[in-house]
Protein backbone atom coordinates (compact mmCIF):
# COMPACT_ATOMS: atom_id res chain seq x y z
CA UNK A 1 0.00 0.00 0.00
CA UNK A 2 1.53 2.83 -1.09
CA UNK A 3 1.71 6.13 1.71
CA UNK A 4 3.28 9.51 2.01
CA UNK A 5 3.16 11.32 4.68
CA UNK A 6 4.59 14.74 5.07
CA UNK A 7 6.03 16.72 8.17
CA UNK A 8 8.56 19.57 8.88
CA UNK A 9 5.83 22.36 8.34
CA UNK A 10 5.23 25.18 10.74
CA UNK A 11 5.24 29.26 11.26
CA UNK A 12 8.46 30.80 10.17
CA UNK A 13 9.13 34.41 9.90
CA UNK A 14 10.07 35.66 5.92
CA UNK A 15 13.51 34.99 5.59
CA UNK A 16 13.73 31.81 7.30
CA UNK A 17 14.15 28.36 6.10
CA UNK A 18 11.86 25.19 6.56
CA UNK A 19 12.59 21.39 5.84
CA UNK A 20 9.97 20.05 4.62
CA UNK A 21 9.93 15.50 4.61
CA UNK A 22 7.80 13.24 2.74
CA UNK A 23 8.12 9.60 3.89
CA UNK A 24 7.19 7.02 1.83
CA UNK A 25 6.31 3.51 2.32
CA UNK A 26 4.86 0.62 0.20
CA UNK A 27 7.30 1.56 -3.29
CA UNK A 28 10.84 2.19 -3.44
CA UNK A 29 11.73 5.47 -4.49
CA UNK A 30 13.72 4.56 -7.43
CA UNK A 31 10.54 3.59 -9.54
CA UNK A 32 8.43 6.74 -9.01
CA UNK A 33 8.46 10.29 -9.24
CA UNK A 34 8.01 12.52 -6.09
CA UNK A 35 6.83 15.69 -6.57
CA UNK A 36 5.78 18.65 -4.10
CA UNK A 37 2.27 21.11 -4.87
CA UNK A 38 1.09 23.83 -2.72
CA UNK A 39 -2.30 25.20 -2.44
CA UNK A 40 -3.26 28.72 -0.62
CA UNK A 41 -6.74 29.37 0.80
CA UNK A 42 -8.54 30.75 -1.94
CA UNK A 43 -5.90 29.28 -5.21
CA UNK A 44 -5.46 26.46 -6.91
CA UNK A 45 -3.21 24.01 -6.39
CA UNK A 46 0.05 24.99 -7.85
CA UNK A 47 3.69 22.66 -8.63
CA UNK A 48 6.72 23.60 -6.37
CA UNK A 49 9.18 21.25 -7.56
CA UNK A 50 9.73 17.32 -8.70
CA UNK A 51 12.66 14.93 -8.60
CA UNK A 52 12.55 11.67 -10.83
CA UNK A 53 12.82 8.24 -9.66
CA UNK A 54 15.74 6.97 -12.10
CA UNK A 55 18.12 9.38 -11.97
CA UNK A 56 16.82 11.84 -9.63
CA UNK A 57 16.69 14.57 -11.94
CA UNK A 58 14.72 17.78 -10.74
CA UNK A 59 12.82 20.23 -11.43
CA UNK A 60 11.46 23.97 -9.94
CA UNK A 61 8.72 26.31 -10.68
CA UNK A 62 10.12 29.48 -11.67
CA UNK A 63 8.76 31.54 -8.26
CA UNK A 64 10.96 28.73 -6.30
CA UNK A 65 13.94 28.61 -8.17
CA UNK A 66 17.19 29.22 -6.26
CA UNK A 67 15.32 29.06 -3.21
CA UNK A 68 14.32 25.51 -2.78
CA UNK A 69 16.44 22.62 -3.10
CA UNK A 70 14.52 19.23 -3.11
CA UNK A 71 16.48 15.75 -2.64
CA UNK A 72 15.83 12.46 -1.84
CA UNK A 73 17.53 9.41 0.58
CA UNK A 74 16.80 6.20 -0.66
CA UNK A 75 18.19 4.41 2.27
CA UNK A 76 15.29 6.43 3.70
CA UNK A 77 12.83 6.32 1.41
CA UNK A 78 12.45 10.33 2.11
CA UNK A 79 11.69 12.97 -0.47
CA UNK A 80 12.98 16.07 1.15
CA UNK A 81 12.30 20.05 0.38
CA UNK A 82 14.87 22.78 1.74
CA UNK A 83 13.03 25.81 1.87
CA UNK A 84 14.86 28.74 2.30
CA UNK A 85 14.90 32.48 1.86
CA UNK A 86 10.80 32.36 2.69
CA UNK A 87 8.33 34.73 1.76
CA UNK A 88 4.36 35.30 3.16
CA UNK A 89 3.29 34.21 -0.55
CA UNK A 90 5.02 30.81 0.48
CA UNK A 91 2.34 30.00 3.06
CA UNK A 92 0.28 27.25 2.22
CA UNK A 93 -0.65 23.20 2.71
CA UNK A 94 2.87 21.72 1.03
CA UNK A 95 1.88 18.12 -0.36
CA UNK A 96 3.74 15.34 -1.74
CA UNK A 97 2.99 12.71 -4.78
CA UNK A 98 4.37 10.50 -6.14
CA UNK A 99 3.65 8.24 -9.65
CA UNK A 100 5.20 5.39 -11.08
CA UNK A 101 7.98 6.59 -13.81
CA UNK A 102 11.39 5.44 -14.49
CA UNK A 103 11.83 8.41 -16.92
CA UNK A 104 14.38 10.77 -16.14
CA UNK A 105 12.31 13.71 -16.26
CA UNK A 106 9.48 14.33 -13.49
CA UNK A 107 8.14 17.49 -15.00
CA UNK A 108 5.17 17.67 -16.43
CA UNK A 109 3.46 14.19 -14.88
CA UNK A 110 0.10 13.73 -13.16
CA UNK A 111 0.86 11.87 -10.13
CA UNK A 112 -1.61 9.13 -8.47
CA UNK A 113 -0.41 9.05 -4.93
CA UNK A 114 -0.97 11.62 -2.71
CA UNK A 115 -0.01 12.90 1.08
CA UNK A 116 -2.24 14.60 3.58
CA UNK A 117 -0.52 17.63 3.63
CA UNK A 118 1.64 20.03 5.89
CA UNK A 119 0.81 23.16 6.77
CA UNK A 120 3.81 26.25 6.30
CA UNK A 121 2.55 29.90 7.16
CA UNK A 122 5.33 32.62 6.72
CA UNK A 123 4.74 35.32 8.78
CA UNK A 124 6.19 39.02 7.29
Known amino acids: QVQLVESGGGLVQAGGSLRLSCAAS????????IGWFRQAPGKEREGVSC????????HYADFVKGRFTISRDNAKNTVYLQMNSLKPEDTAVYYC?????????????????WGQGTQVTVSS
Open 97 to 113: AAVRSVQTTCAGKSFTF
Open 26 to 33: GFTLDYYA
Open 51 to 58: ISGSVGST
